[in-house]
Structures are given as C-alpha cells and as structure tokens.
C-alpha cells in the first residue's frame, strides 16, 4: 500500500451516542511496535515473528519507505488516479495517492491477529524495545512513545538496559529482558501473548424470531421439563463467561428475569441484527450463537465446536447436512466478524450465511448431523418429539 499521506488525528466531534468501543490501537487489536535498532534489524526480528506464528495467527507488518528521493507516484496514480489495483500473482497490491487517517489503517489491518511496526516510524498500543548502542539518541528521542513496553531485547555487546529507560519505564525489572539473538524466547513471548489475548466467549440464544410458521413462540416450547430458550441458556452457561437470551424489546418483560436479555437494536433483520446487536453490546467478546430451536442439540456437539475453534478466522461453523452450507445459528462468531458483518450490510446483505461462505471461516463436519435439525413447522415438532422420545428410552 502506498499513500502520500499517513496517519492523521480524527477530527473532534461533538455529540456521539453511547456506543462501547472495540478495543484496539493505531492498526490492531494486538500490535506491538519495535523501536531502537537500525531498521534492518527491525525487518529482520519481525521476519522471524512472522515466520513462526504465520502458522496459527494472521500476521502483518507495518513500515516506512526510505526513499527520500522526490519522485512521480507509481503507475496510474501519476496520472491522477486514487487508487490502483496490481495482481501481482503470488500477491496483491493496492497503491492509494489519497491519505489515509487512522479509521483506514484499522480497516485494512481488521483482518490480522498480529501486527508488527517498525517504531522508528510509526508508534504501536505496546512496544519492544531493543537496546542498542549506536542508537540510543534515536531511542531517546521516541521516550514519549513508550507507553506499554513489555518486553526488552539487548543487542549485541550490550550488557545493561540504558539509564534513562529505566528512569522512564516504571517496574522495567518485572519485564522480560532477552538478548536479540535468543529467538526462541522471543517467539515463545509472542506465542503466550496471543494465547492469552484469545478473546473470551459469550452465548447467545436467539429467541426473538415470530415464529409465523410454527404458529406459536418456539423460544417457549417445553421439550426437557422447561422453555427451551432457557434450556439452551442454561447449557450455553457450562462454556461460555456470560449468557444471553435474544429477544424482541417487547418480549423483555416476559422472560424470567433470573435469565439476561439482550434485545435487538438492529432492528428487522431478524438473526443477523441479533448478532450486531450482541456485537454492539460487547465488541470485545466472540459470541457462541444458537438459535432457540435446534432441540436436538446436545453437549456433545458443543464442545467439538468448542475444540475446534478458531479465532484467526471470522467464525467456527459447522457444515449442515443438506448442502455442506455453513451454519450460521450454531457458530462461534468473532470479534473480528463485527466490522465483516457490517459491511456486508452496508452492501445490502443481510445474510448471516452469505457472510460465512464469502469469509475466512473455519468449517466443520457436525459428528451428529441430527444435532443441528431446526423446528419450523407443527410438522417439525411432532418429528422431533418422536426422535427425543425414541432417544429418552433407549437411554
């Protein structure tokens, strides 16, 4: 990508609706800047990184050109163009002569787990900080940059970390301190960092649908002893750190209140404004979805959803049975599936599916296909009675 401008402050605004915010910093949600060395070595440490974890995480990097030369814009953008786009085979370029502000870079790097910088250019959310000698005025001038450093690297015939960054990290004995070359150590930190910043999981029943078809609230259907929407709630609670019933605003008040509610803010889209609505509550958080009528469900379905997620992709679905289509209401969805999902909206697409096959999705062959049999119709439910009967007994 290549722009004449880059990052610029978003310009201040007034009034704003109440909106929690996904938490992220100038590119990524995990984004680490390397500042003080040479930028060779900078390129050289992220190639590494990026070697190593490319197999499990999505990874990108982000530098500056050094060309200080004044010259022509490339291809069709010296001609006045704003944008260029070159197959080049084994990648793809996207050459932009407008600027860029920092809604854009978040835009471009949604996709990616992991974002390497080069500090010497451009500050991160956390920081790396290699200690080497002949750039130490370099690194001393970026101390304003060092506001989350969490790990420290010693260069080559370097034998302390320099005074004014102890003086300006508080605590820099608690971090990690290698020397540049223990790679395996280096790797082994990032590796523990992603781990632990794989996003918590809440649960989502939807229950808001009209049921025009079944002619009566499937949500309130009783087929283990209790309504299955909260039946369903209650066996998302064994995986999930929060549980939520989706609903209609008007169905708030006759939900048991000991169950919460999240109601539909996206309204008329039926289960896709559900997911945006759970998105928009908690942007933070990936969201295992069921719908409400899927009383052939069982734990054991679940937990192989469970083991085989995958958080690098925008959702974990299971194939159904029918056309090897993914299924979008049993599917563990993202946080990075919120800005996907929305601009696949904004193009006039409101099919959870759609977005599924047209995405980075991790799929999955259901052990019981069973498990995922929806309750439409009153012919439906008498099909599934029988088949929980028949199990009940054989059990």
């Known amino acids: 990508m290549i722009s004449k401008e880059h990052n610029q402050p978003a310009g201040r605004h007034g009034k704003h609706a109440s909106l929690v915010r996904p938490i992220t910093g100038n590119f990524g949600r995990n984004e680490w800047a390397i500042v003080g060395a040479p ?46 786009y070159t197959d080049q085979q084994n990648y793809h370029q996207f050459n932009y002569s407008t600027g860029l502000k920092p809604i854009h870079f978040k835009q471009q790097f949604a996709d990616a787990d992991l974002v390497l910088v080069n500090g ?62 223990e790679t395996d150590k280096i790797i082994a930190f990032f590796e523990t960092k992603m781990q632990q910043a794989t996003p918590k999981l809440n649960g989502l029943v939807l229950a808001g649908g009209q049921s025009t078809r079944m002619g009566h ?10 309504e299955q929407r909260y039946y369903m709630a209650d066996m998302l609670k064994e995986y999930c750190d929060e549980v939520f019933i989706s609903c209609r605003a008007v169905q708030q008040q006759e939900i048991d209140s000991t169950y919460r509610t999240l109601a539909d803010t996206f309204t008329g889209l039926g289960p896709y404004g559900a997911i945006l609505s759970a998105f928009r509550e908690n942007p933070n958080s990936a969201w295992l979805v069921v719908a409400c009528d899927m009383p052939l469900l069982d734990a054991n379905t679940l937990q192989n959803l469970l083991d085989n997620r995958d958080p690098s992709s925008i959702a974990t679905a299971f194939e159904n049975g029918y056309d090897g289509l993914p299924e979008p209401l049993i599917t563990i969805w993202e946080p990075k599936s919120y800005p996907v999902l929305l601009a696949f909206l904004a193009q006039g697409y409101s099919c959870p599916r759609k977005v599924l096959i047209n995405s980075y999705t991790k799929s999955l062959k259901a052990v019981d296909a069973d498990a995922l049999s929806n309750v439409n119709t009153p012919e439906d439910f008498e099909k599934i009675k029988r088949q929980i009967h028949q199990k009940i007994a054989s059990a």
């Open 217 to 226: 609230d499937k949500g309130a259907l009783n087929w283990y002893g209790k």
């Open 39 to 84: 930028c060779i070595n900078i390129k050289l440490l992220a190639n590494d990184i990026i070697s190593a974890l490319s197999l499990t995480y999505k990874c990108a990097y982000s530098d500056a050109s050094h060309n200080d030369e004044i010259i022509l814009p490339p291809g069709r953008l010296a001609s006045g163009a704003v944008l260029e």
């Open 120 to 181: 010497n250019h451009q500050p991160a959310k956390a920081q790396v900080v290699i200690i080497y000698n002949n750039k130490s005025a370099s690194l001393q001038k970026r101390l304003a940059q060092l506001t989350n450093v969490e790990l420290i690297l010693l260069a080559d015939n370097v034998d302390d970390v320099f005074d004014f960054i102890k003086e300006a990290i508080p605590g820099w004995q608690q971090l990690p301190i290698y020397r540049l070359d």
